[in-house]
Structures are given as C-alpha cells and as structure tokens.
C-alpha cells in the first residue's frame, strides 16, 4: 500500500465546477504539500499545511491531522487550471517528502 | 518563474553511457534537492544537499551520484544509464535544510531519455 493516496486519478470537470481532490496518508506528518504539475512539465508549490486551512484565490487546502486526510479544492474552475495535482507529506521517519502518484485534471469550457 | 534553473532540458543518449545534470538554485537557498519522476513510479525524491553537504538520502541508485559546490549548484550524475532511467530528473531549492516544513522551488526538469 502507497503511503500517499490520492483521489481521484483522473477529473474531468466544467468550466465554473466546484473541484475536490483527496489526499489520505498513512505515515506521521509534519507538514502536507500540494503540488501543481502543469502540462509541459513545470512544478509549482501550492500550499503547505500542518493543520487547519489555508486560502489562496481560488484555490483551498484543509487537512485533518486525526484523520490524516488532505483536500484541495478548487472553486469556479477554470481550463487554466487543468494539470497534475501532486500532494506529498513530509514523514517523520524519513525527513523528506513522500508524493502521491497525483491527480490529473481536466477542466472543459 | 521559480529562480530554479536546470540544464540540460532534453538529453537523449545510449544505454551504458554517463551523463551530468545541472541545478543552480535560487538565489539565497543552500538546500537542494533532486527528484526523479518516471511515469509509472511518479515523484521520488533522490537526494538532499544542504550548504554544501549531503543531508538526506532517498531512493538513489548506486549507479548515481550527485554533488553540491561552493556556489551552491549542483550537479547529479547518471552513469552505467539503462532504459528504466529514462525520466524527468528535477531539481528544487529551499533556504534551509528542513526538506518538509519548508516551501521548494522547483526547477524546469531535465527530460532524460536513453535509447
């Protein structure tokens, strides 16, 4: 079992949708990130988070460290905003990060 | 624009041979970081040099070998390259040498094929 899953793999949405994307992880964390991998290649840090939520436009991140859960969410989507989400956790044990194999997201006009 | 550059962006070359990827980080960071990231294992972080000394060690292959200078670029080297290396090799950069708590600046990627 991955210790990083993602949810789902592929999202196909409309232009204006609200959009979720889950993150679970199986390890002790001091911090969650969320990546953005845009289609030619480039990786952009999102957020990094070690409780609560951030806000960032239109972009959201919450997490639940009890739960050991992550969301991004993405309000009013937009066709700009169709690439790979990556989300990675930094594992106590092992002092780097940890990635989710990512969710690849699709946003039509 | 993350202030992160790699070279080469594309290197095609032979199974068997050595190539060298380059990273220079952001201006002011000591950390690097390098990633490799094939399409069916996704992202997995390599290795860690901080102000010029390796501080963590991730799923490197023997075969690999990176290096951080006194400039604070770096270098990873491949050699002995097989099929399965061919990848995105990126590199990112962070001011300190706390790999998870800290925001990386990722660079463009190498895109390395081997035939």
């Known amino acids: 079992k991955n210790e990083v899953e993602q949810s789902p793999q592929n999202l196909t949405a409309q232009e204006g949708e609200f959009i979720t994307i889950n993150c679970s992880y199986s390890?002790?964390?001091?911090?969650l990130h969320w990546l953005q991998q845009h289609p030619g290649g480039g990786i952009v840090s999102l957020f990094m988070?070690?409780?609560g939520k951030k806000k960032h436009g239109r972009l959201i991140a919450t997490i639940n460290i009890q739960e050991k859960h992550s969301s991004l969410h993405i309000t009013a989507s937009h066709p700009r905003d169709s690439a790979v989400y990556i989300c990675a956790v930094d594992s106590w044990s092992q002092g780097n990060l940890i990635f989710g194999k990512g969710t690849k997201l699709s946003v039509k006009p | 624009d993350s202030g992160v550059t790699q070279t080469p962006k594309h290197l095609i070359t032979a199974t068997g041979q050595r190539v060298t990827l380059r990273c220079s980080p952001r201006s002011g960071d000591l950390s690097v970081y390098w990633y490799q990231q094939s399409l069916d294992q996704g992202l997995q972080f390599l290795i860690q040099y901080y102000n010029g000394e390796e501080r963590a060690k991730g799923n490197i292959l023997e075969r690999f070998s990176a290096q951080q200078f006194p400039d604070l670029h770096s270098e990873l080297n491949l050699s002995s390259l097989e099929l399965g290396d061919s990848a995105l090799y990126f590199c990112a950069s962070s001011d300190g040498g706390l790999a998870g708590v800290e925001t990386q600046y990722f660079g463009p990627g190498t895109r390395l094929l081997v035939l």
């Open positions: 390890v002790g964390i001091s911090a």
């Open positions: 988070l070690s409780s």
